[in-house]
């Protein structure tokens, strides 16, 4: 990403959109596969959706921490951030949480992990993928890793409840969470300068 020239607003708006079609076409397709376990279910329920909502709110404050005092971790978030979030109006920021909150939830803990094993195996094997999927340049590797860690919570929330609301609400309050927080510090004075 950092040799990577800026993108317009619409360009990543176009980006994203496509590749959650691509996820979902991925998961769907998947499931017509001899590998398939099947399809966790999606069931609504207030306590899980509460306890998603307070998963975000613990991922975002560890992501805060590890923002702190990890110095290759800030980087590598800051070069991330900026590069998706800097061309970004606040209205687009319904779409960060939205598009990546629901598809690759579909993909990886819905589909995913049941054909891997609703067990630990599983969700390891997803939380992997997870991250290599976050994963940009080898200086971006603290950034992938808390992306696996936060794919472990994730799948590991799904195995619990055995529905997706949990990782679903947790994944994409954290990216909301995450890019208004974001968007509020670069507006703020830096006193790093």
Not at 139 to 148: D, E, F, S
Request: aromatic share 12%; net charge neutral.
């Amino acid at each position: 990403m950092d040799d990577l020239p800026a993108l317009s607003r619409t360009q990543i708006l176009v980006a994203m959109a496509l590749t959650a079609i691509l996820w979902l076409i991925l998961a769907r397709i998947w499931l017509y596969t001899p590998f398939a376990g099947g399809l966790l279910p999606l069931e609504w329920n207030g306590w899980a959706f509460s306890i998603g909502l307070g998963l975000c709110c613990g991922i975002t404050g560890l992501s805060g921490l590890l923002y702190v005092v990890w110095p290759s971790y800030r980087q590598a978030s800051d070069t991330y951030l900026t590069f998706v979030l800097t061309p970004l109006a606040w209205p687009d920021l319904l779409w960060i949480g939205l598009l990546p909150g629901l598809s690759e939830e579909l993909l990886f803990r819905g589909v995913l992990l049941p054909s891997l094993g609703l067990n630990w195996a599983g969700i390891i094997g997803t939380s992997i993928c997870f991250g290599i999927l976050h994963a940009g340049t080898r200086q971006h590797w603290p950034y992938a890793l808390w992306a696996t860690i936060v794919g472990g919570l994730f799948a590991y929330s799904a195995v619990a409840t055995h529905n997706l609301l949990l990782p679903i609400v947790a994944h994409t309050c954290t990216n909301w969470l995450a890019a208004i927080l974001w968007k509020i510090q670069q507006r703020l004075p830096n006193p790093r300068q």
